[in-house]
């Protein structure tokens, strides 16, 4: 999600000779590794916030009421409010924030220095947020140190999913991109691990737990010293030689003058955008801009992460005992990993909006089931569910998780980055992370105070609001499906709804280019030159083999 994603350009369904090899799976899965980050931080936090040690030192008013230290008058309202703190949803949301603004900076990063390096970066920006968390004295302590750890899930965010995007072959990007949420969801499964594990360990069990942010953080780093910089971002920087080697290696062949030469084209076009992110709100990107702001939006206000990060808190809530409520986030977190493999194999297959339209489905009838069984059966049973109903709403959260899990949880980072034209993408993709981290500070920030304002309505209003974002997905979203991503922009083009927009209509693929005349001139020799961000006037692009080169006129 930084910079320009030149993996292809031309006709959709052109095909390069390019073998599936075991190198480029092994870049996509360092790639992906950095979902780590992101799904481990997601996982520990909701883990660590219901333990009782952790709440007798930092929010003694949650632990009070947690343990039964007030006088209750209405026993169903103090088990939806007792953890209703705003400054324990600040520690858990603090985060985001600094993710947010990271994740702006992270495409300039990218696009002067390369992917490799922002990698390496975010790697060790969360090895030391996880030891300042493990150490924690005080509310401030934990507050520095999530911001700390936001600012590596906000590089990584950015650029991870870009770089698998930019290596894959065109015709697997959709499930190699997505192994990135497959490993947000393998972090939740491992945080869900330690925090049962932890759960038995007096006095020190949330330190252990916070500390181990650390183990994603090593992997992330070390993956990035031994992952290549990415072609693309190679040629945008001038070293035409060098990603020349690097995609001969990834695709298995020499036969890769024709991709290398697309990515060139796509490369220079997107060099030549002098203003990116001012681009980005032209008319013309507009689609593309409302689409990802309804996206990141939609994608948290499915009451994903409210469950995610709370889920041990809800099940408390719910009456479960501390270490079951701990176990029954284990079982989410496995449903979680299996359904995103579901995502993987059939995304190219049966294409985004099928996956998209049911999976609202599915989520929706489980969050009104779960809806509906809290107001009848926690009002009867005073606000502590015995066995059968808390089975019960396991289940329905389990089949909401696995809804979302193949649906709007990994086409929420495929879709809008594969939208992109070309010259904007390296802001759009920044623009991407940063409301996805808006919009999860927002629901990390209120979801506890909602479900004391509004007890069971809560999954209720969740449920409306999936409904809304599948009659928007059903009519507002082309399908990418087969499509090359250089080619996208035609898609909208044909769009009953977003064609009439007159710029939409009229544009090209360098739709944002400024008015010049640029010529690539035939360079036989191979002379890599100054190309790029740092480079000189001339966008000259070495060795591709064009003789007079394309001419963008505007």
């Known amino acids: 999600m930084a910079g320009a994603v030149a993996i292809s350009s031309g006709k959709p369904g052109k095909r390069y000779n390019a073998k599936v090899t075991g190198y480029v799976w092994f870049l996509c899965l360092i ?58 949803q600040l520690v858990v949301s603090s985060l985001y924030i600094s993710a947010l603004f990271s994740g702006l900076v992270a495409s300039k ?18 090895i030391i947020g996880a030891a300042i968390l493990a150490g924690a004295v005080d509310v401030a302590m934990l507050v520095v140190g999530r911001v700390l750890l936001g600012v590596g899930v906000g590089f990584c965010s950015l650029v991870m999913p870009m770089y698998n995007a930019e290596v894959a072959p065109p015709h697997l990007r959709g499930g190699m991109n997505i192994l990135f949420q497959w490993f947000v969801t393998f972090g939740i499964l491992c945080a869900g691990l330690i925090n049962y594990g932890c759960s038995f360990i007096n006095g020190w069990g949330w330190r252990l737990a916070l500390g181990l942010s650390a183990v994603p953080g090593f992997i992330v780093f070390l993956g990035g010293l031994v992952m290549p910089e990415s072609p693309t971002s190679l040629i945008e920087r001038g070293h035409y030689e060098k990603a020349r080697r690097v995609l001969t290696r990834i695709r298995g062949t020499s036969d890769i003058e024709e991709e290398l030469e697309d990515m060139a084209e796509a490369a220079r076009v997107s060099n030549l955008a002098p203003h990116p992110m001012r681009n980005l709100f032209k008319s013309q990107y507009r689609p593309q801009l409302v689409i990802s702001l309804m996206f990141m939006m939609f994608q948290q206000f499915t009451g994903i992460n409210a469950i995610i990060f709370y889920a041990p808190v809800l099940f408390n809530s719910i009456g479960s005992g501390h270490t079951a409520a701990l176990l029954n986030t284990v079982i989410i977190g496995a449903v979680n990993v299996l ?61 909401f998780i696995a809804g979302f899990a193949w649906s709007w949880g990994p086409i929420g980072w495929l879709y809008p980055t594969e939208i992109q034209p070309l010259e904007v993408r390296a802001a759009a993709c920044s623009f991407n992370v940063a409301m996805n981290m808006l919009f999860t500070f927002v629901i990390g920030q209120c979801f506890v105070t909602m479900l004391c304002t509004m007890e069971w309505g809560v999954f209720l209003f969740f449920a409306g609001m999936c409904v809304l974002m599948g009659l928007w997905a059903a009519l507002l979203l082309p399908e990418t499906k087969g499509v090359e991503i250089e080619a996208v922009f035609r898609l909208f083009q044909n769009h009953w709804f977003w064609s009439k927009i007159p710029a ?51």
């Open 31 to 88: 790639g992906g590794s950095g979902g780590l980050l992101l799904g481990y931080d997601n996982g520990v936090i909701g883990g660590v916030t219901s333990m009782r040690d952790f709440q007798s030192k930092f929010f003694r008013d949650v632990y009070v009421a947690e343990t039964g230290g007030y006088v209750v008058t209405n026993p169903v309202k103090a088990a939806y409010c007792k953890y209703n703190n705003q400054v324990l």
């Open 339 to 399: 359904a995103t493999v579901v995502a993987i194999v059939v995304v190219d297959r049966l294409g985004r909006k099928f996956l998209l339209i049911a999976g609202v489905i599915q989520m929706v009838i489980a969050e009104i089931v779960v809806g509906v069984t809290l107001k009848y059966e926690f009002v009867k049973y005073q606000g502590s569910l015995p066995s059968p109903p808390s089975i019960g709403i396991l289940v329905c959260i389990c089949v």
């Open 109 to 126: 990063f990218a696009r002067l220095y390369g992917r490799k390096p922002v990698n390496i970066v975010a790697g060790a920006f969360f």
């Open 504 to 554: 939409v209509k009229n544009m090209s693929h360098v739709a944002s280019l400024p008015h010049t005349s640029v010529e690539v001139p035939y360079n036989p020799k191979g002379v890599e030159v100054p190309y790029g961000p740092k480079g000189g006037e001339s966008p000259n692009i070495a060795g591709t083999g064009v003789a007079h080169g394309p001419t963008v006129t505007r």
